[in-house]
């Protein structure tokens, strides 16, 4: 289980790895993705194991159907936020959670104005503007970009994120300095550093990094390295 890092005053944040659950391969062992062809029943638990050792209850952990897109909602309540790849929250205590295996989970925090957020943003989602509607999802909530901080979890590096020239010219064009070359001189899609100069552009000065790469950390689940895997997950919530 992942440490929990206070992320601002009030705000916790933590990611899960792949040790201290109860699947089986191709998912072992602490898959929390319910929607990649593993036992609901050991989801469940995993699921419960993760929120327990966050010091969380397993009924107040919002989830998103992440559709790879850049809808955001704020809630109120536990369980499922719908089709959405970013989620708001004002209320103590309800952690929201971002799964991922190559993807990056995005966690925001405003503690002067009591607002959270957390978003899905791999290549699709951060090409679609999802960190954008993230930060104005949170700002009809009261929150300020300058006053936020993120923190950005581990996602596949630039390295070893390669793609197919035409794609890469397609990320290129809406964000820039997204565009890399991997490790074996091809090219590359560096996703958080199309995200952390999103972020800038939008105000947020204050980003922190967990800087693993999936694709290269036995201890995360990556799909771009294991293909049919689990998912692990980033949590932020507010201290009651």
């Known amino acids: 289980m992942g440490a929990v890092v206070e992320l601002a005053p009030g705000v916790r944040a933590g990611f899960t790895g792949r040790a201290g659950g109860v699947s089986r391969e ?20 995993n699921r419960r194991r993760a929120a327990a ?15 790879h897109g850049a809808d955001a909602v704020t809630v109120t309540a536990s369980g499922r936020a719908g089709d959405v790849d970013a989620v708001v929250t004002t ?16 966690l925001v925090a405003d503690p002067e104005a009591g607002v959270v957020g957390a978003a899905h943003s791999g290549r699709p989602g951060m090409v679609a503007g999802v960190v954008s509607s993230l930060l104005a999802e949170m700002e009809r909530n009261g929150a300020r970009p300058e006053r936020c901080t993120a923190l950005l979890g581990p996602v596949i590096c630039g390295r070893c994120y390669e793609v197919p020239r035409q794609m890469q010219d397609e990320v290129a064009r809406a964000v ?8 074996e001189g091809t090219p590359g899609v560096d ?11 939008l105000g947020v000065a204050n980003v922190t990094h967990d800087a693993r790469c999936t694709r290269e950390s036995p201890d995360l689940f990556s799909y771009r390295r294991d293909s049919t895997t689990g998912r692990f ?8």
């Open 176 to 183: 820039p300095e997204a565009r890399c070359t991997t490790q």
């Open 91 to 106: 209320e103590p205590g309800l952690a929201l959670a971002v799964l991922v295996a190559d993807c990056l989970p995005l």
């Open 53 to 67: 050792g966050f010091g969380l209850s397993p009924d107040r952990v919002v989830w998103m159907n992440q559709v």
């Open 26 to 45: 191709p998912y072992a062992t602490l898959n929390l993705g319910d929607h990649v062809g593993d036992d609901p029943e050991a989801v469940a638990e």
């Open 191 to 201: 996703i958080r550093a199309g995200v952390t100069a999103q972020l800038k552009r």
């Open 233 to 240: 997950a980033g949590y932020i919530w507010r201290l009651p």
